[in-house]
Nanobody, 118 residues
Framework: QVQLVESGGGLVQAGGSLRLSCAAS????????MGWFRQTPGKEREFVAA????????LYADSVKGRFTLSRDNAKNTVYLQMSSLKPEDTAVYYC???????????WGQGTQVTVSS
């Protein structure tokens, strides 16, 4: 089993920045990808970004490309989502995720609220 611990959510004004962190522990060798999804009430969970550990290839949703940046700390088994130029439509619960497929993860964090005010 893989455990994912998230931090960094909060309230920020439009145009501001936030940095989300997700630390993985447990059977991390079973997960080749880590990333982020987000969800608002009444909507399906949306893919945001992911990184493939082997090679460091990154994937971004069109809605965040150019504004959000994924990075990793291999020694800490941690991924970071640097969010800049935030918009009110970025408001959502953000979930860290891990698994074999970056778009169909097996493990999930508890979620952290990101609220962008205008």
């Amino acid at each position: 089993q893989v455990q994912l611990v998230e931090s960094g959510g909060g309230l920020v004004q439009a145009g501001g920045s936030l940095r989300l962190s997700c630390a993985a522990s447990g059977r991390t060798f079973s997960s080749s990808a880590m990333g982020w999804f987000r969800q608002t009430p009444g909507k399906e969970r949306e893919f945001v970004a992911a990184i493939i550990w082997s090679g460091g290839n990154t994937l971004y949703a069109d809605s965040v490309k150019g504004r959000f940046t994924l990075s990793r700390d291999n020694a800490k088994n941690t991924v970071y989502l640097q969010m800049s130029s935030l918009k009110p439509e970025d408001t959502a619960v953000y979930y860290c995720a891990a698994g074999v497929s970056p778009r169909d993860p097996r493990y999930w964090g508890q979620g952290t609220q990101v609220t962008v005010s205008s």
